[in-house]
């Protein structure tokens, strides 16, 4: 009876986890339209920030009742969930083209945050000076996306952004979505974590797993959700750019606020095991970018159909591999 309340939470927490972002986004731009806010300041800042909430919200109150361990692998777990699941499904639908600005910019941004996120878990440990690092690199990040999204709108914002944000809505009604999201958010959290843990629990797993499989995937639909609206309208450059910052955030916020909330340990198996995993994905998102010629058929510059089922295999393997290793432990 547990176990099928706990998978009933897990799953009721998901869906309540992805519908509340969404409206918390529509509550927040909402009230920043009405309070005279630009839409590309929007854009920028709110609806980037706001795919992320759900590993944001999860890893706190995964940090606050004590499960530090879900909270890290809830972050680590989306930027491989992003990379390898979010492109690679987004590529079978189409080829995505990634533009020379993405490669010049976004993508080595990602690559110093994620080095940074490396020196610091060194140690085995995340720190509250490591946490704060964090925080005060994300806050240095957001304040450099605003200044180079000012410079170059064109690249950031397009006509349907600006028409889907609401404009009409009252700031009572935009203030009363945004507190009823926020409640949700924390309520569904609480049962999506609580769900988890037992699960674990029960199946003699760790909580770091748990994160980096169910809990990772689960708080990375916004992103994929976000990633199929771009694949349909064409704008493969949104598609790719929200995945690479959602990594941003992820890296740097979500570690940096569970940090923050209760230093802990690190397993080290963080560090032979899924570090190496998401700089291995980085790489060969990297190689495409790049325009090499690796042998398999895709286009320079663009993650290929071909490219694409490479990183779903190499998402199911990652997946397999760490519930034969949490097995074989229990065993």
């Not at 009405?34 to 109150?61: C, D």
């Not at 409640?183 to 699960?199: H, Y």
């Not at 990772?216 to 450059?237: H, N």
Request: charged content about 10%; aromatic content about 6%.
């Amino acid at each position: 009876m547990t176990i099928m309340l706990s998978i009933l939470a897990l799953v009721s927490g998901l869906a309540l986890l992805v519908w509340s972002s969404d409206k918390f986004v529509f509550g927040a731009s909402a009230l920043a339209r009405t309070l005279g806010v630009s839409p590309l300041l929007i854009g920028l800042t709110i609806v980037g920030f706001g795919t992320s909430a759900p590993e944001m919200i999860v890893s706190a109150v995964s940090a606050w009742q004590g499960n530090p361990g879900l909270a890290i692998g809830n972050a680590l777990g989306s930027n491989i969930a992003n990379i390898a699941l979010i492109l690679g499904a987004s590529a079978l639908i189409a080829p995505l083209v990634i533009s020379p600005r993405i490669l010049k910019h976004q993508i080595p941004l990602l690559v110093a945050v994620m080095l940074l996120t490396l020196v610091l878990l060194l140690d085995n440990e995340l720190s509250s000076t490591d946490s704060i690092i964090l925080l005060i690199t994300m806050l240095g990040v957001m304040g450099w996306i605003v200044h180079d999204g000012l410079k170059h709108p064109e690249s950031v914002l397009d006509a349907d952004l600006e028409e889907e944000l609401a404009t009409d809505v009252p700031a009572s009604r935009a203030l009363g979505w945004l507190l009823l999201a926020l409640v949700i958010l924390l309520l569904s959290s609480r049962m999506m974590v609580w769900g988890a843990v037992n699960i674990a629990q029960a199946l003699g797993i760790s909580d770091l797993v748990i994160g980096l499989s169910i809990v990772a995937v689960g708080t990375s639909l916004p992103e994929l959700g976000a990633a199929f609206a771009c694949m349909r309208k064409k704008e493969y450059d949104i598609a790719i750019g929200n995945v690479l910052g959602s990594n941003i955030f992820n890296s740097l916020g979500v570690l940096g606020i569970a940090g923050i909330i209760q230093p802990t340990a690190v397993d080290p198996m963080v560090l032979v095991r899924d570090m190496p995993v998401q700089f291995g994905l980085m790489l060969f998102l990297i190689l495409i970018a790049g325009h090499w010629h690796l042998g398999i058929g895709q286009t320079r510059g663009q993650i290929s159909r071909r490219s694409g089922l490479i990183f779903l295999t190499c998402f199911a393997l990652y997946q397999g591999l760490l519930f034969l290793q949490s097995f074989s432990s229990v065993s």
